[in-house]
């Protein structure tokens, strides 16, 4: 910008040419001053693949085009080429862990060591007291140890890719047996018996899909038996006429027979979620105390970590699966262990980690207090709405997501729109345009569409600030 208040693209075009049907050329565009400053500033490769876009636009539309116009319009895309794809936004959905949304959000603790270990250097497979090389795992595996009571872990990039690198090294030509009832499909449509297969390993189902006894693993088991999995059905419920064998059972089996039980545990709670108020969910210490002999879990669910793949348990299994070489395939960066470390840190406090962990923090909150931040962005949402909308704060229900206890629900608050238009398609087209216009703020707002209402719901919304300010920076916009 310059005293003038115009940027230099909007300054700088020459003023020939004005309703012009023959633009000028791509060299011509170029040495105009504005414009070669934006290709100082950004590139020329750039600069000249926005031109081209845009005359290609003109040529399209078959309108008169003034220059001064024509390079406002190639600083303008320019601009959108280089913006961030990925940006942050507000997530008012009602589900805490999003998996589009990018799951867990990060304590300052954890972005903090990220960006000390990107911006240098670090001893990320370096010993510092011997000067050789070291273990990466190093730098979690003795916390998720203490937190969880395991013998020895090791860490890969997501759980899915736990579940894989473990059936591949413990079962590779071999048969794995699981109970019917827990053959899952996860988000994207992984299936449980799909990694199975690209594991190496024989799927061996028993019992049927509601009920599994223990004579169904005991009658299965062959010296071709590699191990028992328990998946841990996190993302639905079987209600009714259901048996299953509970994991103590299910390891004495195993111990009888001498192979592991291996438990997929999902969402990786590390603490006791009840006395906070939240509906119970099997801990990975509990799940290794009742005789599972590996336990993998996700970093980036309950446990409120980045996205990881965690492997804990027997020494020995740890140990030959660290030796497979998908194992590098799957690793992590110095900035995912970094982040790990960091929260796994937090753990070690169990007095603050609620309200040092922002996922945990999130699920906690009260509806009272929900409610009185919704009452406070009323005013603003109501404006920035204008007509013909109603805007009022209703009670709802928040979920936790990412497949963690999918039927519990948490009571909420949430800004409702409700459009006053006549008829349902008028309603429906409203509805539509209002979730567009949130997704246009400078801070995209993405919340849900309900029973020919959209509700924002305020469960992830800490405080009321950025919100509000940006509202009403789009209403003093607004012609």
Same mark, same amino acid.
């Given at each position: 910008?310059?005293?003038?208040?115009?940027?230099? /693209?909007?300054?700088?075009?020459?003023?020939?040419?004005?309703?012009?049907?023959?633009?000028?050329?791509?060299?011509?565009?170029?040495?105009?001053?504005?414009?070669?400053?934006?290709?100082?500033?950004?590139?020329?490769?750039?600069?000249?693949?926005?031109?081209?876009?845009?005359?290609?636009?003109?040529?399209?539309?078959?309108?008169?085009?003034?220059?001064?116009?024509?390079?406002?319009?190639?600083?303008?895309?320019?601009?959108? *080429?280089?913006?961030?794809?990925?940006?942050?936004?507000?997530?008012?959905?009602?589900?805490?862990?999003?998996?589009?949304?990018?799951?867990?959000?990060?304590?300052?603790?954890?972005?903090?060591?990220?960006?000390?270990?990107?911006?240098?250097?670090?001893?990320?497979?370096?010993?510092?007291?011997?000067?050789?090389?070291?273990?990466?795992?190093?730098?979690?595996?003795?916390?998720?140890?203490?937190?969880?009571?395991?013998?020895?872990?090791?860490?890969?990039?997501?759980?899915?890719?736990?579940?894989?690198?473990?059936?591949?090294?413990?079962?590779?030509?071999?048969?794995?047996?699981?109970?019917?009832?827990?053959?899952?499909?996860?988000?994207?449509?992984?299936?449980?018996?799909?990694?199975?297969?690209?594991?190496?390993?024989?799927?061996?189902?028993?019992?049927?899909?509601?009920?599994?006894?223990?004579?169904?693993?005991?009658?299965?088991?062959?010296?071709?038996?590699?191990?028992?999995?328990?998946?841990?059905?996190?993302?639905?419920?079987?209600?009714?006429?259901?048996?299953?064998?509970?994991?103590?059972? *299910? /390891?004495?089996?195993?111990?009888?027979?001498?192979?592991?039980?291996?438990?997929?545990?999902?969402?990786?709670?590390?603490?006791?979620?009840?006395?906070?108020?939240?509906?119970?969910?099997?801990?990975?210490?509990?799940?290794?105390?009742?005789?599972?002999?590996?336990?993998?879990?996700?970093?980036?669910?309950?446990?409120?970590?980045?996205?990881?793949?965690?492997?804990?348990?027997?020494?020995?299994?740890?140990?030959?699966?660290?030796?497979?070489?998908?194992?590098?395939?799957?690793?992590?960066?110095?900035?995912?262990?970094?982040?790990?470390?960091?929260?796994?840190?937090?753990?070690?406090?169990?007095?603050?980690?609620?309200?040092?962990?922002?996922?945990?923090?999130? *699920?906690?909150?009260?509806?009272?207090?929900?409610?009185?931040?919704?009452?406070?962005?009323?005013?603003?949402?109501?404006?920035?709405?204008?007509?013909?909308?109603?805007?009022?704060?209703?009670?709802?229900?928040?979920?936790?997501?990412?497949?963690?206890?999918?039927?519990?629900?948490?009571?909420?608050?949430?800004?409702?729109?409700?459009?006053?238009?006549?008829?349902?398609?008028?309603?429906?087209?409203?509805?539509?345009?209002?979730?567009?216009?949130?997704?246009?703020?400078?801070?995209?707002?993405?919340?849900?569409?309900?029973?020919?209402?959209?509700?924002?719901?305020?469960?992830?919304?800490?405080?009321?600030?950025?919100?509000?300010?940006? *509202?009403?920076?789009?209403?003093?916009?607004?012609?």
């Amino acid at each position: 910008m310059n005293d003038s208040g115009k940027s230099p /693209a909007h300054q700088a075009a020459p003023k020939a040419a004005v309703g012009s049907m023959h633009p000028p050329s791509v060299d011509r565009i170029l040495a105009w001053p504005a414009v070669h400053h934006l290709a100082d500033t950004h590139g020329r490769p750039l600069v000249v693949e926005a031109i081209r876009t845009v005359l290609d636009r003109w040529r399209q539309s078959e309108q008169p085009l003034d220059d001064q116009a024509l390079s406002a319009a190639v600083e303008q895309h320019l601009l959108a *080429l280089i913006a961030p794809s990925m940006k942050a936004v507000f997530n008012l959905t009602g589900t805490v862990l999003h998996t589009n949304l990018g799951r867990a959000p990060l304590p300052r603790e954890a972005i903090d060591a990220m960006v000390a270990v990107a911006s240098g250097a670090s001893n990320l497979e370096f010993d510092l007291t011997t000067g050789k090389r070291g273990d990466r795992d190093d730098h979690v595996a003795a916390w998720i140890c203490r937190l969880t009571g395991a013998e020895a872990a090791t860490v890969v990039n997501n759980n899915a890719a736990a579940v894989l690198l473990t059936l591949n090294s413990l079962a590779q030509r071999r048969e794995v047996i699981v109970s019917r009832g827990e053959l899952i499909e996860i988000g994207g449509a992984f299936r449980l018996p799909d990694i199975m297969a690209r594991a190496g390993c024989k799927l061996r189902e028993v019992g049927t899909t509601n009920r599994t006894h223990p004579r169904d693993y005991r009658e299965a088991i062959s010296d071709r038996t590699a191990l028992l999995l328990k998946a841990y059905t996190s993302n639905y419920r079987v209600e009714g006429f259901t048996a299953e064998v509970a994991e103590p059972e *299910l /390891a004495a089996i195993a111990q009888e027979h001498q192979c592991p039980l291996v438990v997929d545990l999902g969402s990786g709670s590390l603490i006791d979620l009840v006395p906070l108020g939240l509906p119970r969910e099997p801990t990975v210490r509990e799940t290794l105390d009742s005789g599972a002999d590996l336990v993998t879990f996700s970093g980036d669910k309950l446990l409120g970590g980045p996205q990881a793949g965690i492997i804990a348990g027997r020494a020995d299994l740890v140990a030959k699966i660290k030796k497979n070489p998908m194992k590098r395939a799957m690793r992590c960066d110095k900035q995912t262990l970094a982040a790990l470390e960091a929260v796994l840190r937090l753990y070690g406090n169990p007095a603050q980690v609620v309200e040092r962990v922002p996922a945990l923090r999130l *699920l906690t909150r009260t509806e009272t207090r929900i409610r009185e931040l919704a009452e406070s962005l009323l005013a603003a949402a109501a404006r920035w709405a204008g007509e013909p909308w109603q805007v009022d704060v209703v009670a709802v229900k928040s979920q936790i997501g990412s497949g963690s206890l999918p039927l519990d629900l948490l009571p909420s608050a949430a800004l409702c729109f409700r459009p006053l238009a006549p008829n349902k398609k008028q309603r429906n087209r409203a509805l539509k345009g209002l979730a567009h216009r949130l997704r246009q703020l400078p801070i995209p707002v993405i919340g849900r569409i309900s029973e020919e209402t959209l509700l924002l719901d305020c469960r992830c919304l800490e405080t009321a600030e950025d919100f509000v300010a940006q *509202l009403e920076t789009a209403e003093a916009s607004r012609p």
